[in-house]
């Protein structure tokens, strides 16, 4: 799921990769090429001309972060953009307050509903509920006895028409489950509805005829994420047929392109609750719409990291430093060691070189070894003294003799470290005094 697209974005932010700023031109650019990718995923028109329409403004406009690179600025932008389509913060089910709550299940035949049913109530026993499957769909031949199948496996009670009963009205049996329900203190039941192929009025009506006897907590709309286009209509036709309170999304394990996913929230007006994952009761989830943003992005970790870069660099800690060098005082290596400190704060280097596109597959090697020199270099300043950090000239022959002992480094590694120290910090003195700072020495001023 969703792979063309995450790879068309990474891609697309690989361009952007080195570049100082986005002229109107790249925004331009990165947008239009944003938007084949996600029509390319058959994600609906009117989706993506908002999404596009608030990633040019936000781009170009004021909110853009010093802390972070125009890549890093544009991958943040897009990731939040994406868990607003996904519907944001996200919802849990509402419970009824005088129990049962009951759950209708709405959809297709086929997207998944009977297989859902059953996961659902399993994810709901799991939770310390007592549910019970009612088995409303008398359409589909077998759809019962699957039901049954279903309920079995999840050690959960299932409602149905006795065989031969003659039964064959799933409101009048919908109606019963509900006062079963009551009655034997099932306090949340599942009602499985019939689908159609193709959505029809007979249909529709007889799902609002158990949505009129049950009264149900939530309508739950099962979509199949494989259909792409033509799921924008089967969920309005749903919308408007029924009213549906949450979406489902089904088969998210396959391959498909992945635009019903992200146009089907924004249609119907109703979040994204739960995904299936595949045949077995136990591949289910609850939609956590961040979680699968991340997850089209393909970039989890280079996401958390974004926004520790952001809180690491803020502005308060950049007054900081601007103030340090504005006193006169040169960058110690005891500011050195609060930077080292935060860097690694931030977790294994691998993360932050998974930030690169393309440096994914190199990662884990040049990790290993920058993660260590970076625990050396840590190793090596904890066992200077404070005055030998502000002062590095302090450090004879025997003083580092004794730091390559404390630290486990060698004299070499502290030699190594202090020269390139050394010039930093000459650097850095220049660009003070580029930016108009005084340097060493403008105490005074
Ligand atoms: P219903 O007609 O809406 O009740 O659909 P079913 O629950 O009978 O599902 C139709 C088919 O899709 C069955 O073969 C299921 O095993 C399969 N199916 C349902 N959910 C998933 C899923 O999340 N992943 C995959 N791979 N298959 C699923």
Aim: aromatic share 4%; charged share 25%.
């Amino acid at each position: 799921m969703f792979d063309t697209l995450s790879d068309r974005l990474s891609g697309i932010f690989a361009q952007l990769k080195g570049k100082g700023r986005l002229s109107d031109a790249d925004i331009d650019r990165t947008a239009r090429e944003i938007r084949m990718a996600l029509l390319e995923a058959d994600v609906a028109l009117p989706v993506v001309k908002s999404f596009i329409f608030q990633l040019k403004e936000r781009a170009r406009g004021a909110e853009v972060s010093k802390a972070l690179n125009p890549a890093q600025q544009v991958i943040k932008i897009v990731h939040e953009e994406l868990v607003l389509v996904l519907g944001g913060e996200g919802r849990r089910l509402q419970f009824a307050k005088q129990p049962p709550t009951v759950i209708m299940l709405a959809g297709l035949q086929g997207a998944g509903k009977t297989t859902l049913a059953g996961k659902l109530a399993l994810h709901l026993k799991g939770l310390g509920h007592q549910p019970m499957l009612v088995a409303a769909d008398l359409q589909r031949p077998n759809a019962v006895q699957q039901l049954q199948v279903l309920g079995e496996r999840a050690g959960v009670e299932v409602f149905a028409p006795e065989v031969g009963s003659g039964v064959g009205d799933p409101v009048q049996v919908a109606k019963d489950a509900i006062e079963h329900a009551k009655r034997h203190m099932r306090d949340i039941v599942i009602v499985d509805t019939a689908g159609r192929l193709g959505i029809d009025a007979e249909m529709m009506a007889q799902a609002a005829a158990i949505r009129d006897v049950t009264n149900p907590d939530e309508v739950l709309f099962v979509i199949d994420a494989m259909v792409g286009q033509d799921a924008v209509a089967t969920a309005e036709a749903f919308r408007d047929g029924v009213g549906i309170t949450g979406v489902v999304l089904s088969k998210l394990d396959g391959d498909a392109r992945g635009g019903a996913a992200l146009s089907v929230r924004q249609v119907t007006g109703q979040p994204i609750m739960f995904a299936s994952t595949g045949e077995k009761l136990e591949d289910f989830d609850v939609f956590h719409p961040d979680r699968m943003a991340s997850r089209i992005l393909g970039m989890g970790d280079m996401l958390s990291l974004i926004e520790q870069t952001e809180k690491l660099f803020d502005e308060e800690q950049k007054e900081k430093m601007t103030a340090k060098l504005m006193g006169g005082q040169d960058f110690t290596l005891e500011d050195f060691l609060d930077q080292l400190l935060a860097v690694r704060r931030m977790g294994p280097i691998s993360n932050l070189l998974a930030m690169m596109p393309g440096m994914n597959q190199m990662k884990d090697q040049i990790a290993e070894v920058d993660d260590k020199h970076l625990d050396k270099v840590t190793a090596i300043i904890r066992s200077m003294t404070p005055g030998e950090r502000t002062d590095p000239k302090l450090l004879n022959a025997s003083r580092r003799t004794r730091i390559a002992n404390g630290s486990g480094t060698s004299v070499t590694d502290i030699n190594q470290l202090i020269t390139r120290f050394t010039e930093a910090q000459k650097m850095m003195r220049q660009m003070g005094g580029m930016m108009g700072l005084p340097g060493r020495g403008g105490k005074s001023s």
